[in-house]
């Protein structure tokens, strides 16, 4: 039986068995359940220099509606659906995966199942069983398109310990930025066509707070008959005063294959530190990376030490520096209004297996969140300038990229809709 029929069939029994005084009990907690939902309207457009290549461009509209059940005997239970419509795509454009394809590079709309779940919470522990978004930093919603990721298994979060958050997951399927239901994650994550088993991913992490600016992280990821992520992470902050405070983000990933070796790669990692300063509304750091002998393997979306626009800290044997401005202009009185410009150098290894053209991004980004009236919505510009190295054969990688979103969330008690 799959995970989705066993969780309805615990639904049924749940309602025909119970009581009439536990059903009244059970016909509160599902009215008394609390709806959100997010609308997007997102438009990225990709305007490559090469005049043979094709330009990427999608424009689409989409939902997140979910519904959870208030806690019954400390059990509550979750849906979620997702939609996304085409706003006029044309097929001889590259897709961005804002939305699915057919074989002629067709969008379609859609609506799908996006979330369905049977949770339990005790002595500060939740236990969840089904499909679910997941929040950890080598497996998340990877939120970078019109839909975020979701997986389908059991977690496993503890707060039981003061200032330690711990986790425990297993996970067999996985739907992406632009699927229509779910998938084997063995199968999304192989790059070989080899795989045969379904055995997906089982993590471990934690995050402690020894004190109130000091965090560390540790993770252990096992992509089952493929590879194993080790993951650390140490995030400092220090105030100098009222005015100034410095931090330092330190993050270290290990990625050795395992079992069959089904992606063919060499063991790898990624290094990284990452200095700032905050003061007077401004952010700024200065990153750098490095990163080992094959690319890193991101299928459920990891907290790479650089991920810009288009570029990411990935790469094999590449050498990362950037520089990151970010700026809230509350300061200046706009509330609501944010900045964020960057520019990072990817240096590339110019012999060997592994090497490449050297790439530079500069990013630039504004951000309006709107109150009173309109609270709820924001608005989102980014343009990026990218530049491959010509003399190395990077001039495909030429291109102007420019995305707008606009967003809107809310949420209301079922109760209070009914009122």
Not at 88 to 104: A, I, V
Not at 295 to 317: H, T, Y
Not at 340 to 368: C, Q, V
Request: hydrophobic share 35%.
């Amino acid at each position: 039986m799959s995970l989705r029929k066993l969780l309805w069939a615990l639904l049924a029994v749940c309602i025909v068995w119970t009581p009439a005084r536990a059903a009244d009990s059970v016909s509160e907690a599902v009215m008394q359940g609390h709806f959100r939902g997010e609308l997007r309207l997102y438009s990225f457009d990709s305007d490559f220099d090469q005049e043979n290549k094709s330009n990427s461009k999608d424009t689409a509209l989409g939902g997140l509606f979910y519904y959870q059940t208030d806690p019954l005997k400390n059990i509550s239970v979750g849906v979620a659906a997702r939609t996304g419509f085409d706003l006029g795509n044309s097929k001889t454009d590259s897709t961005y995966m804002l939305l699915p394809t057919n074989d002629e590079n067709e969008r379609f709309s859609y609506g799908a199942l996006q979330e369905y779940w049977i949770k339990g919470e005790w002595a500060d522990t939740a236990i969840k069983i089904g499909a679910q978004q997941v929040n950890t930093p080598f497996l998340n919603g990877h939120d970078i398109r019109l839909m975020p990721k979701t997986y389908r298994g059991v977690s496993v979060e503890s707060k039981y310990f003061d200032n330690l958050l711990l986790h425990a997951m297993h996970f067999t399927d996985i739907m992406g930025w632009a699927d229509t239901d779910f998938q084997s994650l063995s199968h999304f994550t192989d790059r070989t066509g080899t795989v045969t088993e379904d055995r997906g991913v089982s993590l471990v992490g934690a995050v402690w707070k020894p004190l109130k600016n000091l965090q560390l992280e540790a993770y252990d990821y096992q992509f089952w008959d493929m590879y194993n992520d080790m993951y650390g992470r140490m995030k400092y902050d220090h105030p100098f005063n009222d005015t100034f405070t410095g931090y330092v983000d330190l993050r270290y990933l290990a990625q050795n294959t395992v079992g069959k070796n089904l992606l063919n790669k060499e063991d790898s990692y990624m290094l990284g530190a990452g200095v700032g300063i905050k003061a007077y509304g401004a952010d700024l750091q200065f990153v750098y990376a490095n990163i080992g002998d094959d690319d890193i393997e991101n299928p459920g979306g990891g907290r790479l030490m650089l991920l810009q626009q288009v570029a990411f800290s990935k790469r094999a044997e590449d050498n990362v520096y950037a520089g990151i401005l970010q700026y809230d202009f509350g300061y200046l009185g706009l509330t609501g209004l944010t900045g964020n410009t960057s520019y990072g150098y990817y240096d590339s290894t110019e012999s060997g297996p592994n090497a490449s053209f050297d790439i530079k991004e500069w990013d630039f980004m504004l951000r309006y969140k709107f109150s009173e009236a309109l609270k709820g919505w924001r608005a989102t510009a980014r343009y990026a300038i990218v530049d491959g190295d010509n003399s190395t054969g990077g001039a495909g990688y030429d291109r102007n990229d420019l995305r707008f979103q606009l967003t809107y969330k809310f949420a209301f008690d079922l109760n209070e809709l009914l009122d």
